[in-house]
């Protein structure tokens, strides 16, 4: 997994730079597809255990990333890797590393808050525990989409902004929140009208189901404010500017929403 996991997403981040995002979707799909095939085999055929699932996980992992590998390599994606590899542009790396970096910054300290919120989580009983793991299922589908459309904005504003083309620069930007925020509202419209039917697929439970009806009337209208976060974020980062957004993230999103989670949970407002 050390070598699948980053391999993947070092070529699947190259592909899509290159303007190609439909191979790693159909790799990330062949992945999948092999990962619930072997399971099958090594669990129900070969009775191999938590060792058998290990190693599906792996293997679906490996596919898809040498699928994605496979296909720069022929369209000359890496056709100058053995130049590069021995003349090395410390340069670029310092201009990668300047990117790179508050990202990486930024997604640990998101994962160390995540702890801390799901340590007060945990203090609120069974039934909350099992109903904020079931709203979590419930938000993918506008998560994922938000996700997707920022990505696409770092990508599109990249490239065009590379070309000097900054006015469509700006107008992909405005298309992506407006895709992005008539999506979000449609789908947080459609959740908190079949709520009930939403968390009942995943947990028959009722004290579950009533606390997640809860927890969306509460997130769910204001969901759409996520979108300016996400798709401005990643317009910044196509720009080439990643220590803004990771400032912007870490005082509010890590420091703000713990220290308003301590303070609400202490006064019990659940």
């Known amino acids: 997994m050390l070598i699948a996991v980053p391999l993947y997403n070092l070529c699947a981040g190259a592909s899509r730079a290159l303007g190609d995002s439909s ?14 095939a072997a399971n099958w085999l090594f669990l129900c ?19 898809a990333a040498g699928l994605v590998a496979k296909r ?12 590069a590899a021995s003349c090395i542009d410390f ?11 508050p990202i990486g910054i930024q997604a640990f300290a998101i994962s160390l808050s995540n702890v801390f919120v799901q340590y007060q989580i945990n203090l609120m009983g069974v039934d ?9 299922k ?25 070309a000097g083309r900054e006015g469509r620069c700006r107008q992909g930007i405005r298309i992506s929140l407006a895709l992005a925020l008539a999506a979000t509202l449609g789908l947080s419209a459609l959740m908190l009208s079949v709520g009930r039917w939403a968390f009942w697929v995943f947990d028959e439970n009722p004290a579950v189901i009533e606390t997640g009806l809860r927890i969306i009337g509460v997130t769910f209208p204001f969901y759409v404010l996520y979108v300016f976060h996400q798709v401005l974020g990643d317009a910044l ?6 220590f803004g957004p990771m400032v912007v993230v870490v ?20």
Request: with cysteine; proline share 2%; aromatic share 10%.
């Open 237 to 242: 980062r196509g720009y080439g500017t990643t």
């Open 251 to 270: 005082a509010n999103i890590c420091v703000v929403r713990t220290v308003l989670l301590a303070l609400l949970t202490a006064r019990r407002f659940g």
């Open 128 to 136: 909350t525990v099992a109903a904020f793991a079931t709203y979590f």
């Open 72 to 83: 720069l390599f022929d369209e000359g994606g890496f056709g100058a890797v053995g130049k």
């Open 138 to 162: 419930v938000e993918l589908p506008m998560f994922y989409l938000i996700v997707a459309l920022g990505q696409t904005t770092t990508t599109f504003v990249a490239q065009n902004h590379g």
């Open 45 to 63: 055929v070969l009775g191999t255990g938590v060792e058998g699932v290990a190693l599906a996980t792996l293997l679906s992992n490996l596919v």
């Open 23 to 36: 191979t790693p979707m159909i790799a990330q799909a062949v992945g999948e597809a092999m990962n619930i």
């Open 91 to 101: 340069g670029q790396i310092r201009s990668m590393l300047a990117v790179g970096f």
